[in-house]
């Protein structure tokens, strides 16, 4: 049974930081494209950056410079440190993986493409 499960969540002042952790089970983690996506109410669901097999990372431009995605495949561990928060970034943010047979190159993917889905954290960041 696969598993993602997230944790670091919580409500913050503007300027200060986060960190964010996801820990895969179930799947061949190694090979996996990872992604934090995260939905604002009544928002779509946005991609806000992704690190495939080979270690490539991407970021939305909207966190780029401010937000960095690390794993740790020893540990199945996927991390999202969020630096210098805006109230913009509050929202629900989701881990997701896109686990195939073959190692997964590309790191920015729709949603759709993605198979396994955390059930999402809260990030609430106050002016």
């Known amino acids: 049974q696969v598993q993602l499960l997230e944790s670091g969540g919580g409500s913050v002042k503007a300027g200060e930081s986060l960190r964010l952790s996801c820990i895969g089970s179930?799947?061949?983690?190694?090979?996996?494209?990872m992604a934090w996506f995260r939905q604002a109410p009544g928002k779509g669901r946005e991609e806000v950056g992704g690190i495939d097999s080979s270690g490539t990372r991407l970021y939305a431009a909207s966190v780029k410079g401010r937000f960095t995605i690390s794993r740790d495949n020893a540990k199945n561990t996927l991390t999202l440190q969020m630096n210098n928060l805006i109230p913009e970034d509050t929202a629900t943010y989701y881990c997701?993986?896109?686990?195939?047979?073959?190692?997964?190159?590309?790191?920015?993917?729709?949603?759709?493409?993605?198979?396994?889905w955390g059930q999402g954290t809260q990030v609430t960041v106050s002016s």
């Open positions: 997701a993986a896109l686990s195939v047979r073959s190692l997964c190159y590309n790191p920015i993917r729709p949603p759709n493409e993605y198979n396994y």
């Open positions: 179930g799947y061949t983690y190694n090979r996996s494209c």
